[in-house]
């Protein structure tokens, strides 16, 4: 059993804030829509507003088979339902749920206390569920209320869902006439007199909406003896208008659609691009850096050997080309420098004596025993300069590290 519906705003205006007020809430109490097809919900209930002015747009709870409950939009009031050349007012109930548009509402029929529900019925159930064609068949964003409406008005004139459980005092034909197939068709399935369609007993009056063009295949328009050619000519040539501008409607509609999807291809791909150019400009920006990087170690490296060049580019002034000294070529800078080249000189000086000591014990020129003594005594010694040779380089390279933080403040300016 659905609770009844909350009260709207009467007129146009308040309707349009009653749905953008609704629609743009946030938080717990908000609709529980998807924010990329509110606008369209909007669209359509303004659109079945404007078309059917006796629904009107509400809010109310509605309940699951589950027993879950949700706070929903909903079309309450009646559609008009021609029939026998009489047009009434059906109440129905139109819910939007959850994956509205997406997918079909829910449609329900509102009898009042004075009407039942014909039994069976085709596309109405006990319970004032309706089913049709079109709900079945319903395709976003083809579909819309506005149709849905044209297609229950449709369904119903051709067979009434509801009747009266009372005989009418009023004859809902304006023009009364005998009509012996109405009482003999209609027969109500209690066992009660034979009804009239219900919305005419229940106090509905004829709708104000007149005569309505519903979707149905047309059919041939007797044309009696005193009817004018030119007059048949005319409805002719207007319904052959209107069924060409309904096709041609329908396909730019289609196309539109065609475009729409197109566009949303192309907007996936630009934001895939988007993505790869956002990520390629990063690497780009972290191979700058390290370029910088480089440049700086560059720049501090060129600087020690323009220091280094300037320092001695004069010591070969004083110096002829061909008595050049080879010892005095080169000078230590400091102390660890000298003790560095004493070390590495000692080293080598020995590994060309152990040379020499293998090559006289393989000639037979040094005893074995002493061959040992000798290299056990060298290899001491030798073991001591490389040991100092570690030491001296540990040292430099904290020197050198010291000088380049010295002048990392200059370049970085």
Not at 379 to 399: D, G
Request: hydrophobic share 35%.
């Amino acid at each position: 059993m659905v609770p009844p519906p909350s009260t709207t705003p009467p007129n146009p205006q308040q309707i349009q804030q009653f749905l953008s007020s609704v629609l743009s809430q946030r938080g717990p109490s908000s609709l529980p829509y998807a924010e990329d097809t509110k606008w369209l919900i909007r669209q359509h209930l303004l659109s079945l507003i404007s078309h059917y002015p006796s629904l009107e747009p509400k809010t109310a709870t509605f309940t699951h088979n589950d027993g879950r409950s949700v706070n929903l939009l909903q079309a309450d009031g009646t559609i008009p339902m021609p029939f026998q050349g009489v047009t009434y007012n059906i109440p129905i109930i139109i819910w939007l749920m959850e994956s509205y548009p997406r997918h079909p509402p829910v449609v329900y029929v509102n009898p009042t206390r004075d009407m039942i529900i014909k039994r069976p019925h085709p596309h109405v159930s006990p319970s004032g569920l309706v089913s049709i064609t079109y709900l079945q068949n319903w395709i976003y964003p083809s579909s819309n209320p506005v149709d849905l409406v044209l297609h229950l008005s449709s369904a119903f004139s051709r067979d009434p869902p509801l009747y009266s459980q009372r005989r009418p005092n009023l004859n809902p034909n304006p023009n009364p006439s005998p009509n012996p197939s109405m009482n003999s068709s209609m027969t109500s399935s209690y066992g009660q007199p034979p009804p009239r369609v219900a919305a005419a007993a229940a106090g509905y009056p004829p709708s104000p909406y007149g005569r309505v063009q519903l979707p149905q295949p047309p059919q041939p328009h007797p044309t009696s003896q005193t009817e004018d050619a030119a007059e048949v000519y005319k409805r002719n040539a207007v319904n052959k208008l209107v069924e060409m501008v309904h096709g041609d409607i329908i396909g730019m509609r289609k196309g539109r659609e065609v475009e729409m999807e197109g566009l949303f291809s192309a907007q996936a791909v630009l934001r895939r691009r988007e993505e790869e150019t956002n990520k390629g400009l990063k690497e780009m920006q972290d191979e700058k850096e390290g370029l910088e990087q480089q440049l700086q170690v560059v720049l501090m490296n060129t600087d020690v050997l323009d220091s280094w060049v300037r320092d001695n580019e004069g010591k070969t002034k004083n110096l002829g080309m061909n008595n050049v000294d080879v010892d005095e070529a080169f000078h230590c800078i400091d102390v660890l420098s000298k003790q560095m080249l004493d070390c590495t000189s000692a080293d080598l000086a020995i590994e060309d004596v152990v040379y020499s000591l293998d090559k006289a014990l393989q000639e037979g020129a040094v005893p074995f025993d002493q061959y040992l003594r000798n290299v056990r005594l060298l290899s001491r010694e030798q073991f001591f300069h490389r040991a100092t040779t570690a030491k001296v380089r540990a040292a430099q390279m904290q020197a050198q590290i010291a000088s380049m933080a010295a002048r990392a403040p200059h370049y970085a300016t």
